[in-house]
């Protein structure tokens, strides 16, 4: 618990001020790439591959020219890269501050490159396909020869809203583990946003971690640990900007894509063990199965024909 209370404490530190913000971030992004460097492409990011293609394939997503979004493109563009590879759509990277890792990104597809004959059913064309894209992610000298290269449009909003984008446009729209960091308040705007953006028959494909992301930096916490605190505690010790996360649970996730118009075609999701704690009262209302949801994987359709 040590650990948890200090990561509290230092992510507080770095909300006081734009210019501690602007510190976190500096520090993040240099450290943050050596570290994704160092220690190489993980098997999530092999399994979040296989899930967004296993999705795109079981529903037939995607046709040749196609647009598509991802919210929160992050670092390194990892769902967008995969379905680059895959399939010739035009991609939309969206995000809401530059936080883009040049030598993780290419690292992260090198690794890519040498392991995807393996943990992935190619035939040849698509084997061509995956490997001329690397090579020629792996020549660019920069993030803006790779947009070009790739058809990617990159936009940064500060806001963090929708607004930018047109109605009737996204055959699909997908993010992981971004939309916990989405303001509470305005994620009922936000999800309507993605009925208005997608087109007719068009899919969202969200994964959602509710886990608690102090606990992260200390193995001795449990996943969820935010459930033994009340709002009121929470706010005054624990909360921050710079790893702002919504607390959202399952129930009120539903709630949000069922009140945009969405319609649920799956949904997934993986426990943790809550055993450890005391879960304060208003928590008390969800069931066992949504106090345990750590990842929440849901796909959803826009009704109507392309």
Excluded at 2 to 8: D, G, H
Excluded at 86 to 99: G, K, S
Excluded at 124 to 130: F, K, L, P
Aim: aromatic share 14%; hydrophobic share 35%; with cysteine.
């Amino acid at each position: 618990m040590i650990k948890y209370m200090m990561t509290a404490t230092a992510l507080k530190f770095f909300s006081l001020s734009p210019q501690t913000r602007h510190m976190y971030r500096w520090l993040g992004n240099n450290l943050g790439q050596r570290r994704r460097i160092r220690n190489g492409l993980s098997e999530k990011y092999i399994e979040r591959a296989k899930h967004i293609l296993d999705v795109y394939e079981k529903y037939q997503v995607l046709q040749k020219g196609d647009k598509v979004l991802e919210i929160g493109t992050g670092w390194t563009h990892w769902e967008s890269t995969v379905t680059r590879l895959f399939y010739d759509v035009e991609v939309t990277l969206f995000d809401v501050w530059d936080n883009r890792q040049l030598g993780a990104y290419k690292a992260y597809c090198r690794q890519f490159g040498e392991v995807v004959n393996e943990e992935f059913h190619l035939n040849a064309e698509q084997r061509e396909r995956v490997h001329t894209l690397i090579e020629v992610i792996l020549k660019a000298a920069s993030f803006e020869e790779i947009y070009d290269k790739l058809d990617f449009n990159y936009v940064i909003n500060p806001e963090g809203t929708l607004d930018p984008f047109a109605d009737n446009t996204f055959a699909a729209i997908y993010s992981s583990n971004v939309l916990e960091h989405v303001e509470r308040r305005i994620l009922p705007s936000f999800t309507k946003d993605f009925y208005r953006i997608l087109r007719p028959g068009g899919y969202s494909i969200q994964q959602i971690d509710l886990g608690d992301h102090l606990s992260y930096y200390d193995p001795g916490v449990s996943l969820k640990n935010y459930l033994r605190y009340s709002d009121k505690t929470w706010e005054r010790f624990f909360a921050n900007d710079v790893q702002y996360f919504n607390l959202v649970q399952r129930p009120e996730w539903s709630g949000y894509f069922d009140e945009a118009g969405l319609t649920m075609v799956n949904e997934e999701d993986i426990s943790a063990d809550i055993s450890s704690i005391k879960i304060d009262r208003q928590y008390r209302g969800l069931d066992d199965q949504d106090l345990r949801c750590l990842t929440l994987r849901v796909v959803h359709q826009k009704p109507g024909t392309p």
